[in-house]
Nanobody, 114 residues
Framework: VQLQASGGGLVQPGGSLRLSCTAA????????MAWYRQAPGKQRELVAA???????DYADSVRDRFTISRDNAKNTVYLQMNSLKAEDTAVYLC?????????WGKGTKVTVSS
């Protein structure tokens, strides 16, 4: 299983970005999907997660600004990020759980700066 994340870039404060992460390989079904982020000098933190039943969970810092969604037909998870702040600057990594095993993507960098 390989994950490819995309959609990162440079955006001004208050702007929006949409991240995508697509899984390729022998996958019949994906359990949970999630986005983490890691800022320089900080620990990796969970940003948002979505179960196979589309139950979602968010970090308090992004609730009401970010939306996670998934397209099972495309084995893809999305993260819509609105009202971005400088403190959202980080490398965003996607992870999926397949039959109890977690697979991580390499991440996509998001920089929020004027």
């Amino acid at each position: 299983v390989q994950l490819q994340a995309s959609g990162g870039g440079l955006v001004q404060p208050g702007g929006s970005l949409r991240l995508s992460c697509t899984a390729a390989g022998s996958i019949l079904s994906i359990d949970a999907m999630a986005w983490y982020r890691q800022a320089p000098g900080k620990q990796r933190e969970l940003v948002a997660a979505i179960t196979s039943g589309e139950i979602t969970d968010y970090a308090d810092s992004v609730r009401d600004r970010f939306t996670i969604s998934r397209d099972n037909a495309k084995n893809t998870v999305y993260l819509q990020m609105n009202s971005l702040k400088a403190e959202d600057t980080a490398v965003y990594l996607c992870v999926i759980r397949v039959y109890g095993t977690d697979y991580w993507g390499k991440g996509t960098k998001v920089t929020v700066s004027s």
